[in-house]
């Protein structure tokens, strides 16, 4: 069996989308998945899994949410060795060491486009510095992102697909659930 992460986007933030995170480990187990274990209350999971693909497993998960639990989400599948990337190709290792709060992962449903990540960059008007490495792209805040310009809308409108974001401490710790 493999181990995956899966993040659901924009669950429990403000109030917005409440979902339980024992009913989304419930939903997880339904699916005949082993061991789900969730992070946090913003929608991080943990499971085994013997599919490998990430893209029918996001497909399953959201169709099942809506259906079992009136979620209208998207689900970001990676399997361990995927999210062990994610940790490997950090291009902010400072930043990680120096302020994890305000370095943030956007884990994409696909690779952006070159140009449209030139383009993110462009529109940059703050502090903020965007790399994309594959399906992720790693945003560090040094203001934090609570008073950043550069937001979901404008970051998923530009690079032509969606997305959604964890800390580098949220990102730590679900690597340390993943590793053997």
Known sequence: MTIHVALVRG??????KPVAMADLRDLFTRQGFADAQSLLQSGNLVFR?????????ERLLEAEARKRLGLQ??????SAKEWSAIVAHNPFRREAER????????VLKDAPDPKNVK????????PEIVRAV?????ITYPDGVGRSRLT??????????RGTGRNW??????????SP
Do not use: C, W
């Not at 899994?49 to 497993?57: H, N």
């Not at 302020?99 to 956007?106: A, E, N, R, T």
């Not at 401490?169 to 993943?178: H, S, W």
């Open 152 to 161: 979901n809308a404008l970051i998923e409108k530009t690079l032509g697909t």
């Open 119 to 126: 383009a993110l960059q462009a529109a940059i008007t703050g």
């Open 11 to 16: 669950i429990n933030v403000g109030g917005h």
């Open 73 to 78: 989400a998207d689900f970001f599948v990676r």
């Open 169 to 178: 401490n949220t990102v730590i710790k679900l690597e340390a659930l993943v």
């Open 49 to 57: 899994s013997t599919a490998r693909a990430s893209g029918p497993l």
């Open 134 to 138: 594959g399906r992720q792209a790693y």
């Open 99 to 106: 302020d994890p709060g305000h370095l943030l992962v956007m």
